[in-house]
């Protein structure tokens, strides 16, 4: 079935550092969406990308969606402790699939 | 306005128990989802419900089953409860279904049930 993988597993950071998250598909998306959940939360949507190239930007997060709609990735700069949590991106337009997601952790 | 709600909260279970799992969409939503997500994993996808038809089935064994209500609230069901399914289940509501390259179907998910099955 369809996939999305998501690389790194695991990110820690020092609370400064910038970090992204990479979200890798073998077939072209129709959209892809990312969403956050905080330990001992839910997850919650935070953007959805359908153009080929298309770059969005939430303060200090910037989201890419790439040209061949095959890959997706979300940086954020200057990470703060208020970002720590999983990071998942997802797939809805064919399958409803979540990537594994990229744990983040920071050092403040 | 509410947001999804879902009951109950924790539950405990023992092997070859039933257990039926309740959400509640955002006023106005007829889509419902549900998710299975075991700890330290990617939500998996079981069911989506969209005007209490199923619109989609994850790759999960005939033990489970949902059914979606008039007023578009949703049951998910699981029979003969293994060790294997103690997880978080999170039900999600949207506008609409999923499907189309310009469908804009954001997800707003429940807190979940936390199911333990001992």
């Known amino acids: 079935g369809q996939q999305v993988m998501q690389i790194p597993q695991y990110q820690h950071v020092q609370e400064g550092e910038d970090f992204t998250t990479y979200c890798n598909s073998s077939t072209t998306l129709s959209n892809i969406q990312w969403y956050k959940q905080r330990p001992g939360g839910h997850p919650v949507f935070l953007i959805q990308?359908?153009?080929?190239?298309e770059v969005k930007k939430q303060k200090r997060l910037t989201f890419q969606f790439g040209e061949a709609k095959k890959n997706s990735s979300l940086h954020i700069t200057a990470t703060q402790t208020t970002d720590v949590g999983t990071y998942f991106c997802y797939q809805g337009a064919q399958k409803l699939v979540f990537g594994q997601g990229t744990r983040l952790t920071i050092n403040p | 306005d509410a947001g999804v709600t879902q009951s109950p909260t924790h539950l405990i279970k023992t092997r070859g128990q039933q257990v039926t799992l309740r959400c509640s969409p955002i006023?106005?939503?007829?889509?419902v989802s549900w998710y299975q997500q075991v700890l330290g994993q990617g939500p998996q996808f079981i069911f989506q419900?969209?005007?209490?038809?199923?619109?989609g089935r994850g790759n999960f064994p005939d033990r489970f089953s949902a059914r979606q209500f008039p007023n578009y609230s949703s049951e998910l069901n699981v029979n003969a409860l293994l060790l294997g399914d103690s997880a978080l289940y999170l039900c999600a509501s949207s506008s609409r279904t999923s499907g189309g390259s310009s469908s804009y179907n954001e997800q707003f998910f429940g807190p979940g049930t936390r199911l333990t099955v001992l």
């Open positions: 419900y969209y005007e209490k038809e199923e619109r």
């Open positions: 006023s106005g939503h007829k889509s």
């Open positions: 990308l359908v153009k080929s190239g």
